[in-house]
């Protein structure tokens, strides 16, 4: 079974630092880009990142210079290293893997394009 579970969420003061993981099984990441999204209710899911099967990453001016995302492979799991967090990064954050119908290696531009989702972990910045 293909899945994507999301660990390391939980409540930190506005400055403050958290590290999400993406922890994949039922499949092969090594060959896979993985997106980071994340979400309000009632809001558009925002990406927030991606990191391409090889490593490159790409983000959003919004969390430019703020987030980072890594890869280990070995451990099938990707890792959204956040920083210097406000507390408009409050929301639900996801990771998925781009469909594989399109170049599941490379980071699709648009959230329809991710096929598969994590169940997601709540973030909350707040003193």
């Known amino acids: 079974q293909v899945q994507l579970v999301e660990s390391g969420g939980g409540l930190v003061q506005p400055g403050g630092s958290l590290r999400l993981s993406c922890q994949a099984s039922g499949f092969s990441l090594d060959h896979y880009a993985i997106g980071w999204f994340r979400q309000a209710s009632g809001e558009e899911r925002e990406g927030v990142g991606c990191i391409t099967s090889d490593g490159t990453t790409y983000f959003p001016d919004s969390v430019q210079g703020r987030f980072t995302i890594s890869r280990d492979n070995a451990k099938s799991t990707v890792y959204l290293q956040m920083s210097s967090l406000k507390p408009e990064d409050t929301d639900v954050y996801y990771c998925?893997?781009?469909?594989?119908?399109?170049?599941?290696?490379?980071?699709?531009?648009?959230?329809?394009?991710?096929?598969?989702w994590g169940q997601g972990a709540r973030v909350t910045v707040s003193s």
């Open positions: 998925a893997t781009p469909r594989d119908d399109g170049f599941p290696y490379l980071c699709p531009k648009s959230a329809s394009d991710f096929g598969t």
